[in-house]
């Protein structure tokens, strides 16, 4: 939703300060500026068997200044909106930049997003936040006596946004997103395995009346402990794998995604780099980054640079379509932005990230991917991993699987490690289902952690390296 910015966005910064700020930075020759002001509240509860052990509201407040001269870059920052300090930070910025300039002043075109807020955060008290979390809790404890220790935590944030720029761009944002997670531990003789599920969503308090459900997410959480507390220790080898959504999406995300974005590409490091055009996945395949998608935890109504978010197609049946550009990666590459510019805070100069990011719905039927992969693994849910952008090498942990023989489930597995590379799995996908959905998390990279969704629908992959510690089931 856009709109004029109200007076009390305005207040973020005076225009007189920003104008100033914009000509100190550019004074060494800087061909661009741009002031990045923030100003975020934010509120978490954590609890422990249904006990709360904290509770605490935080602000974060700052400004951030940086400046271009080609592709040459310098970023500086101070905490608080006091002037003098501003024009510090300006200075520092415009340091980094050798050279003589003469600063100029912009015109501003003026542009607000918000989300609807029906029941802002502000507007309720810490007791119905531990509601839900004790909600949460008594429906994970539920699911087995073989559950131990039930952890749950809340988190909502408001960041107050303002970016602005020498070449007139004038944004205020504001974004309200909230989060929260219940984690299991089931225990039998002495062994222990955990669960858990972490559903985000971006907008205000009413998301808990009509899309997250902590209840549920303590059933699940419950679930996956369990399960995993009577599985077997995983067989290695090169087998059929099929993998779920949500969690699943992972994969892509790590081994693939990273690899898309500027930050990778545009120097080279990307094992994607020059590839447009070209199959670099099975005709299966299709992908994309959406920042446009309403309420989802990884959405964003304007990138951190002032670009509006917006949906990027990736991949289209196997063929490379689109990266994701940042300012300075668009310079580099020669190629426009994405709407895909995004940082943690004001302490971070933004870079190319993702948001929404999934493999698109196919017309496979889920069962039948099961049923004819003979012997193998399938993984319902994904954990942590590592990936090198550059070659595409991820290995990834299974929090729940399933060993398959023979087309049945046959038993469930723990310990799997899925191991390969980004562009092989994309060549491998013969199967796609018709059914996409996400999951939420954090994605670290060189302008911080930031919040973005995950996804894909069932898709099997013909061979992969899956390691383990068990011998033959």
């Known amino acids: 939703m856009a709109a004029m910015p109200s007076e009390r966005e305005d207040k973020l910064l005076k225009e007189s300060i920003i104008q100033n700020a914009l000509a100190i930075a550019q004074k060494t020759g800087a061909d661009f500026a741009e002031l990045f002001v923030e100003d975020t509240t934010t509120n978490n509860i954590s609890m422990n068997d249904g006990k709360v052990e904290d509770a605490s509201t935080s602000r974060t407040n700052g400004v951030g200044v940086r400046v271009l001269l080609g592709t040459k870059s310098a970023y500086a920052y101070t ?241 490379l379509k689109g990266y994701l550009i940042d300012l300075l990666g668009s310079r580099r590459m020669g190629m426009p932005v994405s709407g895909n510019s995004r940082r943690q805070d004001y302490t971070y100069a933004p870079t190319s990230r993702m948001t929404n990011t999934f493999i698109m719905e196919g017309k496979d039927d889920e069962e039948e991917m099961l049923r004819t992969m003979g012997t193998g693994l399938y993984a319902a849910r994904l954990g942590g991993g590592s990936v090198n952008p550059l070659t595409g090498e991820f290995n990834f942990a299974v929090i729940e699987g399933y060993w398959v023989k023979d087309g049945k489930i046959y038993c469930p597995v723990r310990g799997a490690m899925l191991i390969g590379t980004g562009s092989q799995i994309l060549r491998r996908i013969d199967r796609v289902g018709p059914r996409m959905w996400m999951a939420q998390g954090m994605c670290g990279s060189l302008s911080g952690s930031v919040p973005t969704n995950v996804g894909q629908p069932r898709i099997r992959v013909t061979e992969l390296t899956v390691g383990g510690k068990g011998g033959a089931l």
């Open 79 to 319: 905490s608080g909106t006091n002037e003098a300090d501003i024009y510090r930070a300006a200075e520092a910025a415009a340091a980094g930049i050798t050279g003589v300039g003469e600063g100029k002043s912009a015109v501003f075109t003026k542009r607000s997003y918000n989300v609807e807020q029906k029941i802002p955060f502000a507007s309720i008290g810490n007791d119905e936040r531990i509601e839900l979390l004790r909600a949460g809790t008594a429906a994970c404890k539920a699911v087995s006596d073989e559950i131990t220790q039930v952890s749950a935590r809340y988190m909502d944030k408001v960041r107050r946004i303002l970016i602005c720029n020498s070449e007139g761009v004038y944004v205020t944002d504001e974004r309200p997103r909230t989060r929260s997670f219940v984690q299991a531990v089931a225990m039998k003789d002495g062994e222990a395995q955990t669960g858990y599920e972490s559903p985000g969503c971006c907008g205000s308090f009413e998301v808990y009346r009509n899309k997250i459900d902590l209840e549920k997410a303590g059933v699940t959480a419950g679930k996956t402990a369990v399960t995993m507390l009577h599985g077997k220790e995983c067989p290695a080898g090169n087998v059929p794998v099929v993998i779920d959504g949500g969690f699943g999406g992972v994969i892509f995300h790590e081994a693939c995604g990273h690899s898309l974005e500027a930050t990778s590409v545009g120097l080279g490091n990307s094992e994607f780099c020059g590839k447009l055009g070209q199959q670099i996945a099975s005709p299966c395949v299709s992908a994309c980054d959406n920042g446009a998608m309403p309420g989802e935890w990884g959405t964003i109504l304007v990138d951190d640079e002032g670009t509006e978010g917006r949906n990027n197609l990736l991949i289209e049946n196997g063929i």
